[in-house]
Nanobody, 124 residues
Framework: QVQLVESGGGLVQAGGSLRLSCTASGRTFSNVVMGWFRQAPGKEREFVAAISWFGGRTYYADSVKGRFTISRDNAKNTVYLQMNSLKPEDTAVYYC?????????????????WGQGTQVTVSS
């Protein structure tokens, strides 16, 4: 089992930045592919970014490419999502997710563990 706890959400103006953190416990963190998803009101949960076991590979949704950066610190059991140039359409609950398979995943069903989510609100 992996327990995931997100932090760092909040209210920010358009063009601003936030950094989300997700701390894991319960099993070897370095053997878990980590991802971020988000869900806006009335919409499906969508993929944002993912990072491989040791950070050598990253994937991004087209909507955040060039603005968001995913990274991880296995010594701290933590994955980060640096969000720059935020837009009102980035407003959502952001979820951290863990995948125990070695391959990367972009679908909700690809992930085995989920955090409770952290709210990000971008005002115009």
């Amino acid at each position: 089992q992996v327990q995931l706890v997100e932090s760092g959400g909040g209210l920010v103006q358009a063009g601003g930045s936030l950094r989300l953190s997700c701390t894991a416990s319960g099993r070897t963190f370095s053997n878990v592919v980590m991802g971020w998803f988000r869900q806006a009101p009335g919409k499906e949960r969508e993929f944002v970014a993912a990072i491989s076991w040791f950070g050598g590979r990253t994937y991004y949704a087209d909507s955040v490419k060039g603005r968001f950066t995913i990274s991880r610190d296995n010594a701290k059991n933590t994955v980060y999502l640096q969000m720059n140039s935020l837009k009102p359409e980035d407003t959502a609950v952001y979820y951290c997710a863990g995948r125990t398979a070695a391959t990367m995943g972009k679908g909700r069903d690809d992930y085995d563990y989920w955090g409770q989510g952290t709210q990000v609100t971008v005002s115009s």
